[in-house]
């Protein structure tokens, strides 16, 4: 089974997140959330989740910082991100 960390700073988007999918029917476990890119690497150094679902910007580590900082820890096979936004410019993802 994979391992999902969700990371938001608005709660309903954790849950929307949550409950969007039948996670367990797709083989994957979510394994934690966190509210920030700082906790989130707390957790992925502790959970070793497969796959991390971002927002980019967040208080005290944005998702882009959270996603660098793995890539230079792990290299790119682990995790891997897949980063969400509301932001209509998306020269801010790139």
């Known amino acids: 089974m994979y391992k999902l960390l969700v ?15 039948e996670w367990r029917e797709l083989n994957i476990e979510i394994c934690g959330t966190a509210t920030n890119g700082s906790a989130a690497l707390s957790l992925i150094e502790e959970l070793r989740p497969d ?3 971002t927002d980019i910007k967040m ?15 792990y290299g790119n096979a682990y995790p891997k991100f897949i980063i969400l936004t509301s932001y209509e410019d998306f020269q801010m993802a790139k």
């Open 59 to 73: 208080p005290i580590m944005s998702g882009l910082e959270l996603t660098r900082i793995c890539r230079e820890k």
């Open 7 to 21: 990371v938001d700073d608005e709660p309903l988007v954790q849950v929307g997140i949550k409950s969007m999918l």
């Open 51 to 53: 796959i991390v679902i």
